[in-house]
């Protein structure tokens, strides 16, 4: 698969979310940051946002949960038209019901993992997501540096995925800049968040199209890539 960008409207101008999903035309999905002041410190936006922005752009959005109790929660994001429902596996009750139950309802099914939660003890659920998600900052706000301690946990996921024949998407979310994406996507990332990288640029839609192509680039030279 080719790697695809999700910009991520956390860095966008809120009052204005339906220009700047436009803004980013082109991008693989609008990333949608979903958070309750309680799963992480800080509040942004709920369902009824995600159910006007969905009908005014045609990006498909990817939505991620950064809230307590997912299991109750997240289903309705999916029954909204979400593409994308990312839950939180640490504040998820029952992840493989849960991830059942998203793709029940239409959308892919993605779990995240914060810092410092590791990814072997998921090895066995990973055949029940569609994307699973590591964290490159501490969830809960944009425009943080990323954490380059994660390369080693991105490069072993990787090798999971492979070791297990899956098709799943390994999504980074955090720092992600023309500065950070090449050795990302050299460790194993194929979808990669970016916020301020990309709605801090003069034209958020060419920044867009850059990160993909540093990625793109660095992916054909990665050690991962299967050549046939
Ligand atoms: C942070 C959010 C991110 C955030 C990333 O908790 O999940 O999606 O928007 O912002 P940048 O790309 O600026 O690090
Ligand atoms: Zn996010």
Redesign the pocket.
């Given at each position: 698969m080719s790697p695809q960008i999700s910009p991520?409207i956390?860095?966008a101008d809120f009052a204005r979310l339906a220009e700047e999903a436009e803004a980013v035309r082109g991008a693989d999905w609008l990333?949608v940051?979903v958070?309750d002041n309680h799963f992480?410190p800080?509040l942004t936006l709920g369902l009824p946002v995600v159910e006007s922005l969905r009908k005014s752009t045609d990006i498909p959005i990817d939505c991620?949960l950064?809230i307590e109790d997912p299991d109750r929660w997240a289903p309705q994001y999916a029954e909204a038209g979400a593409g994308s429902v990312t839950f939180h596996v640490e504040a998820a009750a029952a992840p493989v019901r849960l991830a059942r139950e998203i793709r029940s309802l239409g959308a892919r099914a993605s779990m995240a993992l914060k810092p410092a939660t590791p990814v072997e003890p998921y090895e066995d659920l990973l055949p029940e997501l569609d994307m699973l998600l590591i964290?490159t900052?501490?969830?809960?706000?944009?425009?943080?540096s990323?954490l380059d301690i994660m390369l080693p946990k991105i490069r072993r996921t990787r090798q999971l995925i492979d070791r297990h024949g899956l098709q799943l998407w390994l999504q980074l979310?955090?720092?992600?800049?023309a500065e950070t994406i090449e050795r990302c996507a050299d460790a194993g990332a194929d979808v990669f968040?970016?916020?301020?990288?990309?709605y801090g640029a003069d034209d958020p839609a060419e920044a867009v199209r850059r990160l993909r192509e540093l990625a793109a680039t660095a992916t054909d030279n990665a050690p991962w890539v299967h050549r046939h």
């Open positions: 991520s956390l860095s990333h940051d958070m992480v800080n991620h950064m964290m900052v501490e969830p809960g706000f944009g425009g943080q990323f979310d955090g720092g992600i800049s968040v970016a916020g301020s990288a990309v």
